[in-house]
């Protein structure tokens, strides 16, 4: 964690006025003292290889040379993986956390374009293909033998894969499938890895077979020659260009004509293919989604990770900084003790928390109703998919906002690439759209609360929405503890359900479809399924906090994080909590006061807060948040490396500068 320069002298303060043990506090983070050690040991193992280190300032290459670096590094990791494997210290904590928002984007800041290899690819082959498929698929691309990459998205289609356009065509006499893009919106767009890292896919298609379609299904596709990584005929392939952020990640496009492939590329573990055509379909279409699912658990983690690299930054930075006399003639004001900045960090501090706390629950569910699903009970599914939906929209929405409200909360020095902040802000903005847009996976979401609504008899066994059956009946008169918020959020939820669900029935009574119902109700529907994802999320880190076994000093200071994270939503919330729940302006009044008064609990402790966390400084690789605290030197040693400043003068000066002057004398 530490540096071994001289610690910055404010910062060493807060430190030292810190009230509870930030390295207890990593331990209950990291699930263990023992858990803490191995991971220390991967970052030890993976940032102490000078193989592993930027040669040049990853923001000085050009598009083609990161995404070189890219595969250089990205080689090396799994190698590293590997290696890690045969010492007999592999596992899944190896592969979240090189793949992941820490240590992963330490070592490639700007996207792995492997990463959908083991993320997408593999998955997917282990959740839809049969025992003999993954016999055939798996061990080779465990050892990285063939490159994965996941296309589902394309030009056209993102979210409404229902939609998507690209064909396979069941050829009874040669029992092959023929993979068609019939149109430029076909295209796949997007995949990670595509444009010249992988040579296999998953692709997902339309399937027809006997004249019929039957809906979008996995395919597995060889793309590229594995001798000459050229590609195979009737293979369109390419990279998609720059984008906001993860231009390492090589995403690219896909396009196929008449692309033959043997019956046996289907995964048919829920639907199959005959030799004579036959179509045998699964007992659930959803079980299609597992992936997608998969993948938005991982990202709720993700956006809690991101966060805290960045309120680390921030705060740290906060510390340091020091701007204006708070009283005449005093010394300028650590901008840490300005309630404003307050206001922007502390919350964004009890978010990441929070989110935590809901990542690590909605992981155990999402294992418990994976391990369902293999003896064929579906009865969890959906209340997994519309909670991964909700939990993926919100945590991802707000993890975009607490970055770049952490980023203005640097000032100008937030801005610049050295903060680290703003390419973080274009690796946490991108969780907003892939893997479903937010807005689409909120009207998911509703759709289920919708029906859960409208057919309450198995509400007890949903732990998510369990409250609708009661919520409207509670009395809410303020009470200054987080149950209350609870319950008043609860309420408010359940009143916009069925407020959203009220007036989907009168359109249709008067004389809309269902269809533009749920449409011209979709304002309402998106705000029910937002209020239900963050009432859930402040119940899971209360119920979480409360059964965590911890010294006294610590709990006082989880209990604060719980009430500032409850506090916060409620305020976000206040024009819903007054129309529904019955709140008064000074119950309102009463909340604000709350908030502030939780801002000046938690002001000594904010330091350690973050120090707790526990971000090697590689891992946030910013002049602002490193653990010294040494900003200013740290500036100015990253503007040294740019390559302008190799020499004093530019030859832009005598070729278009200095003639420009002389030219107007």
């Known amino acids: 964690m530490g540096s071994s320069q001289k610690l910055n002298s404010d910062l060493a303060k807060e ?18 003292p023992r858990k803490t050690a191995d991971r220390k040991a991967r970052e030890k193992f993976f940032l102490e290889d000078p193989e592993l280190r930027d040669r040049v ?64 690819f593999i998955p997917t082959i282990i959740g839809q293909g049969t025992f003999e498929q993954q016999g055939e698929w ?37 029992e092959e499938f023929i993979l068609n893009s019939p149109s430029l919106t076909a295209y796949k767009w997007w995949p990670g890895g595509l444009g010249h890292s992988a040579n296999y896919a998953v692709v997902v298609a339309q399937l027809y077979t006997q004249g019929q379609c039957h809906g979008i299904h996995p395919f597995i596709v060889q793309l590229r020659d594995q001798e000459t990584h050229n590609p195979l005929p009737g293979i369109k392939i390419g990279e998609i260009g720059c984008k906001l952020g993860m231009n390492g990640t090589n995403n690219g496009y896909l396009g196929f004509e008449n692309v033959r492939i043997p019956r046996s590329s289907l995964l048919m573990k829920n639907n199959k293919v005959l030799p004579d055509g036959t179509y045998v379909s699964s007992p659930s279409s959803k079980l299609t989604y597992g992936t997608m699912i998969f993948v938005r658990v ?40 300005y309630v404003t900045q307050q206001h922007k960090l502390f919350p964004n501090i009890a978010t990441c928390f929070a989110f935590q706390y809901a990542a690590n629950w909605i992981w155990d569910v999402y294992n418990d109703v994976s391990s369902q699903l293999e003896t064929g009970k579906l009865d969890n599914l959906p209340e997994l ?20 409200t952490c980023r203005l909360a640097c000032g100008g020095h937030g801005y610049m690439t050295a903060s680290n902040l703003p390419s973080t802000y274009g690796l946490v903005t991108a969780m907003c759209t892939y893997e479903g847009e937010n807005t689409v996976l909120l009207l998911q979401t509703a759709r289920f609360l919708i029906k859960m609504w409208q057919n309450q008899t198995n509400l007890s066994n949903l732990p998510t929405v369990r409250y609708l059956r009661t919520a409207l009946d509670q009395k809410t008169p303020f009470q200054k503890n987080v149950e209350w918020i609870i319950l008043v959020l609860q309420k408010t939820s359940a009143s916009k359900i069925q407020l959203a669900n009220s007036h989907i029935n009168e359109r249709i009574r008067k004389g809309q479809c269902s269809e533009e119902a749920w449409n011209n109700t979709s304002i309402e529907l998106v705000e029910a399924a937002d209020v239900h994802g963050r009432t859930f999320i402040v119940e899971r880190f209360y119920e979480s906090v409360k059964k965590t076994n911890v010294t006294p000093e610590l709990r006082l200071v989880l209990d604060q994080l719980v009430q500032l994270y409850a506090v916060t939503q409620a305020l976000k919330l206040s024009g819903y909590l007054l129309r529904f729940a019955e709140l008064s302006g000074k119950d309102i009044e009463s909340l604000q006061i709350w908030l502030e008064e939780l801002l000046i609990a938690i002001r000594p402790n904010a330091v350690g807060l973050v120090d707790s966390f526990d971000f090697r400084d590689e891992v946030l690789a910013s002049a602002l948040g490193a653990y010294d605290g040494n900003v200013y030197e740290r500036l100015f040693k990253a503007a040294q490396q740019s390559p302008l400043n190799a020499e004093p003068v530019n030859n832009s000066f005598n070729l278009y500068l200095k003639p420009f002057m002389k030219s107007n004398l």
């Open 15 to 32: 430190r030292r006025k810190c009230t509870f043990s930030s390295l207890e506090l990593t331990h209950l983070l990291d699930g263990g």
């Open 385 to 404: 998919h519309a909670t991964t939906c909700v939990l993926k929209s919100v945590s991802t929405a707000d993890a975009a906002l607490g970055v770049e």
């Open 57 to 120: 300032p990853s923001e000085y290459l050009s598009h083609k040379e990161k995404y070189e670096e890219a595969i250089r590094k990205a080689c090396l990791i799994f190698k590293k993986v590997q290696q890690l494997q045969e010492e007999g210290k592999g596992g899944m904590d190896n592969f979240r956390e090189i793949l992941g928002g820490q240590l992963g984007s330490a070592i490639l800041g700007d996207g792995n374009p492997l990463t959908l290899h083991f993320v997408m």
């Open 298 to 337: 991982v990202l709720v983690q993700d956006a809690a990770t991101y966060l805290k690299k960045s309120v680390t930054i921030a705060t740290r930075y906060s510390a340091v900084r020091r701007q204006c006399e708070m009283k005449p003639g005093e010394p300028e004001t650590q901008i840490l003790d």
């Open 138 to 174: 798996i061990q080779k691309a465990w050892n990285c033998n063939i490159i994965g990459t996941y296309a589902q998205t394309e030009l056209g289609h993102g979210t409404f894969i229902r939609g998507l356009e690209t064909t396979a065509t069941y050829d009874v006499k040669s």
